[in-house]
Structures are given as structure tokens and as C-alpha cells.
């Protein structure tokens, strides 16, 4: 499985990227960071879109446009987005702060559902 990560926080994508790999073997994590553009066009089963604002609705949209069988998690700092992310279908929505066992949560269900499908 490939996991795409965008987050400009280098700290934030070390902790994203070693839940992914704890919990998901063989996964490959790549980082895509943010230059003004919205770099959709590389494919990944899973996509962790850890940024606030316009920004990662706007990033979380073109993947989805682009992309619709991969699985998103959209982790922003404001709630009021929870709208878009429900109309786009994404795979789970978090708020900063958010625990690390919440986001585990989220992997793991992925995890089964991969296994399961």
C-alpha cells in the first residue's frame, strides 16, 4: 500500500508516518509538501491531507476529483469543514488537536477493511 502525506510540519508527517508504519506493513509513505500548487497527479491508496483551512478542502477535492477510489483523512484545525468532508465521501474527518489513538483508530480501520475487502 502507498500513503501520501501532505503536511508542510515536519514533526506532524514523523508521527502521521510512524503510526502508518506501526500499523500498516509494507506500507510506503511519501511526503508532499505544500509550494502553492495542489499536486494531485501521484496515486495512493491511502491520502493523510494535514492541512487547515481552503487549503486542504482544496487539496482534499482535487484528490477526490482525481483519485475517488483512494481512502482520505483530512486532519485541519476548523470543524465548520466536517461539511465537506461529508459530502465528499472522505474516509475520516479529525480536528486538531486530536489524540494519537484517535487518529491509530482510523489506520486500523483501514487496515481491516484492506484486509477485507
Given at each position: 500500500m502507498k500513503a501520501?502525506?501532505?503536511s508542510d510540519n515536519e514533526q506532524e508527517y514523523k508521527d502521521l508516518k510512524s503510526v502508518l508504519e506501526e500499523e500498516l506493513d509494507g506500507?510506503?509513505?511519501k511526503q508532499i509538501l505544500s509550494d502553492g500548487h495542489f499536486h494531485v497527479e501521484e496515486d495512493g491508496e491511502?491520502?493523510?491531507v494535514a492541512v487547515n483551512?481552503?487549503?486542504g478542502m482544496e487539496i482534499m477535492q482535487s484528490?477526490?476529483?482525481r483519485h475517488p477510489d483512494s481512502?482520505?483523512?483530512w486532519i485541519t484545525d476548523d470543524q465548520y469543514f466536517g461539511r465537506v468532508a461529508i459530502r465528499c465521501h472522505i474516509?475520516?474527518?479529525m480536528v486538531r488537536p486530536y489524540s494519537e489513538s484517535r487518529y491509530r483508530e482510523a489506520v486500523r480501520r483501514i487496515a481491516?477493511?484492506?484486509q477485507y475487502a
Open positions: 501520501l502525506i501532505y506500507i510506503i509513505v491511502l491520502v493523510i483551512g481552503a487549503m484528490f477526490r476529483e481512502r482520505i483523512i474516509f475520516d474527518f481491516w477493511e484492506t
